[in-house]
Antibody
Framework: EVQVVESGGDLVPPGGSLRLSCAAS????????MHWVRQVPGKGLEWVSG????????GYADPVKGRFTISRDNDKNSLYLQMNSLRSDDTAFYYC????????????????WGRGTLVTVSS | QSALTQPASVSGSPGQSITISCTGT?????????VSWYQQYPGKAPKLIIY???NRPSGVPDRFSGSKSGNTASLTISGLQAEDESDYYC??????????FGGGTKLTVL
């Protein structure tokens, strides 16, 4: 069974940093692109960042560009999101999501979602 | 990065058909056949229901269908059922290795 489990969410002050992790299992991790998607409670979904299977292609949404860094460790079946210079509008649930199609950055959409981890940015 | 444009809400009666539109640009919806749709119930993770414009993952009823014309994609649900009441989001691949979501549509089954 495919599983992705996020961790690392916490309460941090504005300007602080946080590192999210995602542990993947049930599939060949280094065959698939992975993404982070966030959602403010009660609001819509927002794509944050994505990384190809071999880290050769990486993308960021404009609001996080220059502050967030996505990375992966295929040996550990893990995805990460380093978040710096956090702002109040970064407060959200952060989902780790797997791309459906092997080898494609986004083809086939995102087929496996974690339960999310809550990041709260507040003083 | 502007979000894709979806209606905030749509409604329909059981058995009817509804269509949710998703309007983007030539750089996303119109430029690639990588439009996906997701269904999300309150408090739950989203679920992929349509990918690559018109394809359904296994297990998704054929009442759900997708299409695209120019810069606008559409999700149609036919034979509406009470369990279809949910939030629906479209997404599209955008040039330069980015992805963009629509603002979401709340479907009410009357």
């Amino acid at each position: 069974e495919v599983q992705v489990v996020e961790s690392g969410g916490d309460l941090v002050p504005p300007g602080g940093s946080l590192r999210l992790s995602c542990a993947a299992s049930g599939f060949i991790f280094d065959d698939y692109a992975m993404h982070w998607v966030r959602q403010v409670p009660g609001k819509g979904l927002e794509w944050v960042s994505g990384i190809s299977w071999n880290s050769g292609a990486i993308g960021y949404a404009d609001p996080v560009k220059g502050r967030f860094t996505i990375s992966r460790d295929n040996d550990k079946n893990s995805l990460y999101l380093q978040m710096n210079s956090l702002r109040s509008d970064d407060t959200a649930f952060y989902y780790c999501v797997k791309a459906q199609v092997r080898g494609s950055f986004y083809g086939g959409g995102l087929d496996s979602w974690g339960r999310g981890t809550l990041v709260t940015v507040s003083s | 990065q502007s979000a894709l444009t979806q209606p905030a809400s749509v409604s329909g009666s059981p058995g009817q058909s509804i269509t949710i539109s998703c309007t983007g640009t030539a750089s996303d919806v119109g430029g690639y056949d990588y439009v996906s749709w997701y269904q999300q119930y309150p408090g739950k993770a989203p679920k992929l229901i349509i990918y690559d414009v018109r394809n359904r993952p296994s297990g998704v009823p054929d009442r759900f269908s997708g299409s695209k014309s120019g810069n606008t994609a559409s999700l149609t649900i036919s034979g509406l059922q009470a369990e279809d009441e949910s939030d629906y989001y479209c997404t599209a691949y955008r040039s330069s290795t980015t992805v963009v979501f629509g603002g979401g549509t709340k479907l009410t089954v009357l």
